[in-house]
């Protein structure tokens, strides 16, 4: 594996109208629920909203505990 590769571990996230977003999981900061006040900022059907570190928000329908998983195992290293 080439360093490019090892530092490129992308992961693919549904975004509330449909579309497909790819979060680079070493951008994220943060992951949050969307109770509370949070939940009028973002589409309805939002499950997640993963802070990432250009300060920008993605809001996704992917349960955070989702989502954390999905980074954990784009950040692992792969075997081979």
Known sequence: M??????LA???LHRAD??????AAAHVTSLR???????KQVPD???CVVGLTDGKFVAVLEP?????KLLEAASRPSSG
Do not use: D, K, N
């Open 2 to 7: 080439t360093l490019a590769a090892a530092a």
């Open 10 to 12: 992308l992961v693919l």
């Open 18 to 23: 449909g579309g497909i977003v790819t979060v």
């Open 33 to 39: 629920e969307t109770p509370g006040r949070l939940a």
């Open 45 to 47: 059907q939002t499950r």
């Open 64 to 68: 955070c505990g989702e989502v954390r």
